[in-house]
């Protein structure tokens, strides 16, 4: 095959091929590594290296794989072998060695100084191919049909012996990463960790390699016919003495590591990464298949959907190694509570012993249901009522949040009997009651507080309820959530991936974990790519789009060597600028929603800082009131105005930096950006003392004693 460059950029960082043999009209598409990295396609595999998407060019489908980072080893990316060119290699091999797999069609990657910046490769479909994992996922009847399989068998059997007798290994050899098509052709593809070994470390890789196709195979396949298919790898009749010693490494290879059925153990040796679907056995030995897992506590407790005995069911599983017993008890007897004062819950199915050791309780699944919307009173009425009910039968929810309560069919259920108490006092329903409404935002919160009030005293008429020591319950719980999830923001959790290494840290929203792992690998090489909004010496804006959607990136830059002394050992700005989003998002106040925070780090020092939120559409206030200062403000427009610096000041927070440029209309609300130099005061004296300069430095915005800076004075709270 010829691989003589038919395309080449005059930057000689960039080394980019289309391969001859290429369709005229996918060259042109994939001339230059700008353009593949800009293409759009349906994304099929993605982790926090790579991103697959596919794209179809005059009928014809290609594969192309971007690769952004080399891993967590930082020096790797000097001194290590990209993996993007690792896999086009070892795609070209498999070709040369007459293995089938997909056509390289054009690969590349861009360096700058040695070091390794992004990369892509670009394969053909294989047309009406499937990998044989999904066959096994999916039951397909075709690996039951024995002269079928046969020639599929012998076919890996074949590609494994190609490799292991040239030295080489595959090092993922999974069925998932093994083709077929209609016609039973086997083709071999995704390869980026293999490679040439020498003994003695080459038989171990050769086992770990023929353990990883066992893995799947011993669930589907008999035990005849794994032994048929090691007899043709081997190309002998019969087994010999050193032949049955290998077999035996191979099949005990993931022991302790690869069951066909989950434990208790495995579980919570998994911590967040448990698999799903996922296979456990209950203490009377059934099976529970969960499907999806829904919240995971690592090591603790685990919540999933799944099936047993036919039906779909909710399931709770308790594995903690000291107290597992003692949660599950205390989920039993809540269930049970709410049970005898017939308050609405999912019905229990049945609870016990995890085989071995740990938990359960499976539960009716509420196929449908939804959460309470935390701004609608039509879904907050019930659940208020619902809390009225629970705490005149004696019963209260200790961690008391919409999250316990689900919406289904029009009825109101609830969730957590582990979280069901008996209600101590009058004062303890008080307090409950007010935890309940510090989950709203003080805007919602203090516009349906009477309308809430009365749908609880449906549910409770006899509890009295003093407005004051309300108010004072309700500030404290809302005070003390604030701490408890400023506190998370930081701190690896079920809400976020928080890393830290010798040489970065990183915090981002998990739920957004996979969308944003390839931007934290190296948003410098994003903000290049992206469209830029600021370039200054202090900061670095810049608007990208990730899987279609904007994004904004803001680069806290290092200016001079003392600046870096001096920024060494403080929070960085965009630290800073993290908790105050979460802060100001937490009490309702619009600000675009903060995604994630990277610090470049040596060890405790700390260096240039990155900050990722969603993208805020709109104009800028300075844009927006352009030539109005004598004409003054439309009215939604001071409204917002209004409305936002009533919020901050509520909150007693103050911006430090109050320009036109650092607000953006949004529809009817005012965003506030440029967090950094936030502050929070304990006391009112303080913010107000500070309030005093931010009001005159937004006044200052527009000219004096027009009628915008007029309108504009009316709007803020006094000094």
């Given at each position: 095959m010829s691989h003589k460059r038919i395309d080449a950029q005059t930057d000689e960082r960039v080394a980019w091929q289309v391969l001859p043999g290429a369709d005229p009209a996918a060259a042109a598409r994939f001339a230059d590594l700008d353009a593949v990295f800009a293409l759009e396609g349906d994304i099929v595999a993605k982790d926090s290296l790579s991103r697959t998407v596919?794209?179809?060019?005059?009928?014809?489908?290609?594969?192309?794989?971007?690769?952004?980072?080399?891993?967590?080893?930082?020096?790797?990316?000097?001194?290590?072998?990209?993996?993007?060119?690792?896999?086009?290699?070892?795609?070209?091999?498999?070709?040369?060695?007459?293995?089938?797999?997909?056509?390289?069609?054009?690969?590349?990657?861009?360096?700058?100084?040695?070091?390794?910046?992004?990369?892509?490769?670009?394969?053909?479909?294989?047309?009406?191919?499937?990998?044989?994992?999904?066959?096994?996922?999916?039951g397909d009847p075709r690996l039951q049909d024995p002269f079928w399989w046969h020639g599929i068998s012998a076919q890996i059997a074949d590609i494994a012996y190609s490799m292991h007798a040239r030295r080489f290994v595959h090092g993922d050899l999974k069925w998932r990463n093994l083709l077929v098509d209609g016609g039973g052709q086997v083709f071999l593809i995704d390869c980026p960790s293999g490679g040439f070994w020498r003994p003695p470390f080459l038989e171990y890789r050769i086992i770990k390699d023929l353990a990883c196709l066992d893995k799947v195979a011993k669930r589907q396949l008999s035990r005849a016919r794994r032994l048929r298919f090691y007899l043709d790898y081997i190309g002998k009749p019969?087994?010999?003495?050193?032949?049955?010693?290998?077999?035996?490494?191979?099949?005990?290879?993931?022991?302790?590591?690869?069951?066909?059925?989950?434990?208790?153990?495995?579980?919570?040796?998994?911590?967040?990464?448990?698999?799903?679907?996922?296979?456990?056995?209950?203490?009377?030995?059934?099976a529970l298949t969960i499907e999806r897992w829904l919240r995971i506590l690592p090591g603790k407790r685990l919540t999933g959907v799944g099936h047993w005995q036919g039906r779909a069911v909710l399931a709770k599983l308790f594995l903690a190694k000291r107290d597992s017993e003692r949660h599950w008890q205390r989920e039993q007897r809540g269930l049970e509570n709410l049970a005898r004062h017939a308050l609405p819950a999912p019905r229990p199915l049945a609870s016990g012993a995890l085989e071995g050791a740990g938990h359960f309780i499976l539960t009716e699944y509420l196929d449908g249901a939804r959460g309470p919307d935390a701004a609608a009173a039509s879904d907050l009425a019930p659940v208020f009522e619902m809390a009225g009910r629970m705490h005149a039968c004696g019963l209260l929810q200790a961690d008391a949040h919409l999250g316990n309560f689900l919406l289904h069919d029009g009825a109101l259920y609830i969730v957590d009997g582990d979280a069901v108490r008996p209600a101590a006092s009058a004062d303890a329903c008080r307090d409950n009651?007010?935890?309940?409404?510090?989950?709203?935002?003080?805007?919602?919160?203090?516009?349906?507080?009477?309308?809430l009030l009365a749908a609880y005293h449906k549910g409770n008429?006899?509890?009295?309820?003093?407005?004051?020591?309300?108010?004072?319950?309700?500030?404290?719980?809302?005070?003390?959530?604030?701490?408890?999830?400023?506190?998370?923001?930081?701190?690896?959790?079920?809400?976020?991936?928080?890393?830290?290494?010798?040489?970065?840290?990183?915090?981002?929203?998990?739920?957004?974990?996979?969308?944003?792992?390839?931007?934290?690998?190296?948003?410098?090489?994003?903000?290049?790519?992206?469209?830029?909004?600021?370039?200054?010496?202090?900061?670095?804006?810049?608007r990208i789009e990730l899987e279609d959607r904007p994004l904004v990136i803001k680069r806290y830059n290092i200016k001079s060597a003392g600046h870096a002394l001096s920024r060494a050992w403080r929070p960085s700005r965009a630290w800073q600028s993290w908790l105050a989003a979460h802060r100001l998002r937490f009490l309702g106040i619009p600000t675009p929603r903060p995604l994630a925070l990277i610090e470049r780090r040596f060890g405790p020092l700390r260096g240039r800082a990155w900050l990722v939120t969603e993208y805020c559409a709109g104009p800028n206030l300075q844009e927006a009131l352009a030539d109005r200062a004598e004409s003054g403000a439309p009215t939604e427009t001071?409204?917002?105005?209004?409305?936002?610096?009533?919020?901050?000041?509520?909150?007693?927070?103050?911006?430090?930096?109050l320009k036109a440029t650092n607000f953006i209309l949004n529809g009817n609300q005012l965003c506030v950006l440029d967090l950094d130099a936030m502050r929070r005061h304990d006391s009112e004296a303080a913010w107000r003392k500070v309030w005093k300069k931010d009001r005159a430095r937004f006044l200052r915005n527009?000219?004096?004693?027009?009628?915008?800076?007029?309108?504009?004075?009316?709007?803020l709270p006094p000094a």
């Open positions: 596919r794209v179809e060019i005059n009928g014809r489908r290609y594969y192309v794989k971007r690769y952004h980072g080399l891993g967590k080893k930082p020096l790797r990316r000097w001194f290590g072998t990209p993996r993007v060119q690792i896999e086009w290699e070892n795609l070209r091999r498999f070709a040369d060695w007459g293995i089938p797999t997909a056509r390289l069609t054009a690969r590349g990657l861009e360096r700058e100084g040695g070091r390794f910046l992004r990369g892509a490769l670009i394969t053909d479909e294989l047309p009406n191919t499937v990998d044989l994992g999904q066959l096994a996922r999916n019969h087994l010999d003495a050193r032949d049955k010693r290998r077999i035996r490494r191979i099949t005990g290879f993931f022991d302790g590591r690869d069951e066909a059925r989950d434990t208790a153990a495995s579980l919570r040796a998994s911590g967040r990464r448990a698999l799903a679907p996922s296979i456990v056995t209950l203490g009377d030995g059934s009651l007010a935890l309940l409404f510090a989950q709203l935002t003080p805007a919602v919160e203090n516009a349906l507080r009477t309308d008429p006899d509890l009295a309820i003093d407005a004051a020591p309300l108010q004072a319950s309700i500030e404290r719980a809302r005070e003390a959530r604030l701490a408890d999830y400023l506190d998370k923001c930081l701190r690896d959790c079920s809400l976020f991936k928080v890393a830290q290494g010798i040489d970065r840290f990183f915090s981002l929203v998990r739920a957004e974990e996979n969308f944003l792992l390839p931007l934290t690998a190296d948003p410098d090489a994003w903000i290049e790519q992206g469209v830029a909004l600021k370039r200054g010496r202090s900061a670095t804006l810049a001071l409204d917002a105005v209004r409305r936002l610096f009533a919020q901050l000041a509520a909150a007693r927070i103050s911006h430090g930096d527009w000219p004096q004693d027009s009628a915008l800076w007029r309108e504009m004075e009316a709007a």
